[in-house]
């Protein structure tokens, strides 16, 4: 919490210098929004996107001096929302949260109507890998013991429960598992992931995939048991968890969920670096430290020129993962 | 348990949780009744406000909110027929037939009493049964939620006025909207041919267009010629026990219900108002009232969709899986507040599930004495000059519609719906089995297919899981006894 109060002082040195001088100080470095920031999200309240930028605003509004104003524009897939981003002026005011849904929506559903040139990737604020996990009552307790079964049962028998329709991030990281392994499971899309959860519990699915936030209070109370993580390292709260490449089943680890910033095109290189500053600077509040451990999420450090390579790569994974599925028309 | 219990009235002990309470229930009591907002965008609205709280204060706040918000959405039904979500359609079927009759304020004081004998029922379940019932709802895979979808879509012939072939074409109709949007399983867009469809038809502009809209263009043809006089409400106390005592089993029976409903994850108030509304009607001994201004009809859907709140709030506290949309907010809320729900949320927060259930008990009351207080002022609401109503329903339609997802699309929907209800209504097609169907279709549909992908096509997983058998076999009773009782009837004759 000293952070937050050093910010705090820090923030009243400067808006004094600035009134005082006239000169706005250290202009380049720190940004200094001229009015309150709307942040646009893809979703309705509640979601995991909703509650990292909400437990951030409490930190990021003192360090900038405005509030942030979070706004929910779900709906028609996250174009509602990035039509109002696209078109918003690029003056660091209007900036949006993204996920990777984002990315396979511009090459599916939203393919012509929107393209990753259309914004600004200003950084990346979470890095959200994905789990395999199965509930303590099943068979199931290794990631070798689903392989092994998958296999025994042949092709599309054993169930997997997780979120979104064929094409989604997650199958799509989970098809990248299954070649490595050479096994076929049975996607069961969920437009949720409680429903997974409860589908898992009540035994209606074998295994299912999620991020570790909502799954991690069922670990620790052993309903379920994780497998594998389908990501480039091991989860500080899932210590004896293997990764999948750990488990011998190598697969391209940068497919992560990833919740980034992004903003309208054409928004100045200079500002970009700016906001992902303060942004990145916000996320190493201890306050925030707190709640990305409990929700067993990583804050990477990505500014605008990383972010926007990155997407590039994710753009180009998806693609390749899409066309092989049949998923590009 | 009790030592339990009693901690968590002890909080009561803090002036803040009586402020967060009453602050809740005030806010929410607003926010329900103005349609588009409802429970869940309300909760959602408060949470900044809940940053620096205590968490007891907090959630105790954000409980007392959805409870009211519930309760708050009958207001605006009963009163301009102008259902702000889908849990309140069902009151303003009685509701606002018994404000055309100059019965405002006796509707009104009968719903908030139906709501407040919801929520202590339920309640009371909540705090023995949460744990094991929340247990025994995770048996409902995807084929028993088709199953129950197609017991509620059974029930639709007891809500069609006269004509079984109207009915039929309503509820034909509500499917068909039902199909639009992104297939949930394969992604592929259908009947969506812009990306605003993709999530099809949003529920609320579809409520505030067939239902206030369409009675909007009612009162245009109608001219200024109509005038009511709301018989005056004299007190709190207006409505005679006697009232309440002969609806006694509905109130039992509604608050149980939907209090089961409420405790199954993804059915939720809307179906729990439905299911009580058609059950009081078919055991009603004046089943031709309903729909008419029926004091049963009235207890019976606002009864069971505020005991769903108890009943939703189970999964959230006894698994950390929400039951409702409105408690997966709750669960933000809480996460913001350094709490993990989880199984383990009673062995290492037992101050938040307990303050909860202490809070639905003490705000029962708040609610009561808000709400009749309110009922007198709200009755006045029926005396406004019906071209003036007009008037405001439009814009609340308007405004609302435009609040429920920030955005001019669902204006569009709503004006659309609006004409389209009009000439339903005109053609003497009766608009509540479409919003059923609608609500029903989506839910029939996903979890059809998804039972269907886990059985890898075979139908075994609809006769072999004893669950599902059982509710299919109602839902074709359903079909066929009143059938049956009808060629018997005819046959006679």
């Excluded at chain 2, 406000?49 to 007392?64: R, S």
């Excluded at chain 2, 499917?175 to 993709?198: C, H, K, M, S, W």
């Excluded at chain 2, 055991?283 to 309903?290: G, Y």
Aim: charged share 15%; aromatic share 8%; glycine share 10%.
């Amino acid at each position: 919490m000293t952070f937050t109060i050093s910010r705090r002082s820090l923030g009243l040195a400067l808006a004094a210098t600035v009134a005082l001088t006239g000169i706005p100080a250290m202009a380049q470095d720190t940004w200094q929004p001229e009015g309150p920031v709307r942040i646009l999200m893809h979703t309705k309240p509640g979601g995991t996107a909703d509650i990292f930028i909400r437990t951030l605003a409490a930190t990021l509004e003192p360090a900038i001096g405005q509030p942030l104003v979070v706004e929910n524009l779900p709906g028609a897939g996250g174009a509602n929302q990035m039509n109002q981003i696209r078109r918003a002026e690029p003056d660091g005011l209007t900036l949006g949260i993204n996920t990777v849904s984002h990315f396979t929506g511009m090459l599916t559903n939203l393919k012509g109507v929107f393209a990753p040139d259309n914004f600004s990737w200003i950084a990346a604020a979470q890095i959200d890998p994905i789990l395999l996990f199965s509930s303590t009552e099943s068979d199931i307790d290794t990631i070798e013991d689903l392989v092994a079964l998958a296999k025994e049962r042949g092709d599309g028998v054993v169930n997997i429960g997780g979120f979104g329709p064929v094409g989604s991030m997650q199958h799509i990281g989970i098809s990248m598992f299954e070649k490595s392994a050479g096994i076929k499971l049975n996607w069961v899309a969920f437009e949720a992931t409680p429903d997974i959860l409860t589908a898992l519990l009540g035994g209606h699915v074998d295994v299912g995939v999620s991020n570790l936030g909502p799954t991690l209070p069922f670990f620790e109370s052993d309903r379920l048991e994780a497998l594998a993580i389908l990501g480039p390292d091991r989860l500080e709260s899932l210590p004896d968890t293997p990764t999948v490449n750990e488990a011998g089943y190598p697969v391209n680890t940068d497919w992560v969920q990833v919740r980034g910033l992004f903003g309208p095109a054409d928004m100045d290189p200079a500002l970009q670096t700016q906001i992902a500053d303060a942004f990145q600077l916000a996320m190493q509040a201890e306050s925030y430290q707190d709640y990305a451990a409990k929700s067993g999420v990583e804050t990477p450090d990505m500014g605008p020129e990383d972010y926007s390579a990155f997407v590039q790569q994710l753009m180009t994974v998806a693609e390749e993962n899409l066309r092989e599925q049949n998923l590009l028309n | 348990m009790f030592e339990n219990l009693a901690l968590g009235f002890a909080a009561f002990g803090d002036p803040y949780v009586w402020l967060g309470l009453l602050v809740g229930a005030l806010a929410g009591y607003l926010i329900g009744a103005i349609p588009g907002l409802g429970p869940s965008l309300g909760v959602a609205l408060l949470i900044p406000f809940t940053y620096g709280m205590d968490p007891v204060v907090a959630i105790v706040m954000l409980v007392a909110l959805y409870a009211a918000a519930e309760y708050g959405g009958a207001i605006t039904a009963v009163l301009i027929n102008t259902p702000g979500t889908a849990a309140a359609v069902a009151t303003a079927w009685d509701g606002y037939p018994l404000t055309r009759q100059g019965k405002a304020g006796i509707a009104l004081n009968l719903s908030i009493i139906g709501s407040g004998i919801g929520i202590l029922v339920s309640s009371m379940l909540l705090v023995v049964t949460a744990i094991p019932l929340s247990e025994l709802a995770l048996n409902f895979g995807p084929g028993e939620y088709f199953a129950l979808a197609v017991v509620g879509l059974s029930l639709v012939s007891g809500l069609s006025e006269g004509s079984v072939l109207k009915g039929a074409i309503a509820m034909g109709l509500g499917l068909a909207l039902a199909t639009v949007g992104l297939d949930t399983q394969t992604g592929i867009p259908r009947f969506a041919y812009n990306p605003e469809f993709f999530e099809g038809f949003p529920l609320v502009p579809v409520l505030l267009g067939l239902y206030a809209l369409s009675e909007v263009l009612f009162m245009l043809e109608d001219g200024p010629t109509q005038k009511i006089k709301s018989q005056p409400i004299t007190g709190i106390l207006a409505v005679p026990f006697s009232v309440y005592w002969k609806l006694r089993g509905h109130l039992v029976r509604s608050s149980l219900l939907g209090y089961v409903i409420g405790v199954i994850p993804g059915a939720g108030a809307s179906i729990a108002s439905f299911m009580s509304y058609i059950i009081a009607k078919k055991t009603s001994k004046e089943p031709e009232k309903f729909g008419k201004g029926s004091y049963e009809g009235l207890v019976a859907s606002e009864t069971a969709n505020n005991a769903a709140v108890s009943g939703a709030m189970a999964p959230l506290l006894a698994l950390g899986i929400p039951g409702s949309a409105t408690t997966a907010v709750l669960i933000g809320a809480l996460m913001i507040q350094g709490i993990q729900p989880g199984p383990l949320l009673f062995t290492r927060n037992p101050e938040i599930p307990y303050s909860i259930f202490a809070s639905l008990f003490i705000g029962v009351p708040v609610m009561i004495v808000i709400g009749l207080a309110g009922a007198r002022l709200w009755a006045q609401v029926a005396n406004i000059p019906r071209p003036a109503i007009a008037a405001i329903v439009a814009t609340i339609c308007l405004i609302g519609a435009y609040a429920s997802s920030n955005s001019i699309f669902p204006v569009f929907i709503m004006t659309a719906f609006g004409i389209i209800g009009y000439v339903l209504r005109k053609a003497k097609i009766p608009l509540a089995p479409i919003i059923l169907a609608l609500v029903l279709g989506d839910m029939m549909e996903t979890n059809f297919r998804r039972a269907m992908v886990i059985s890898r096509g075979s139908y075994d997983i609809f006769y072999t899981h004893p669950l599902t058998l059982v509710l299919l076999v109602v839902a074709v009773l359903a079909f066929v006894v009143p059938l049956v009782n009808d060629l018997r009837a005819r046959r006679r004759a």
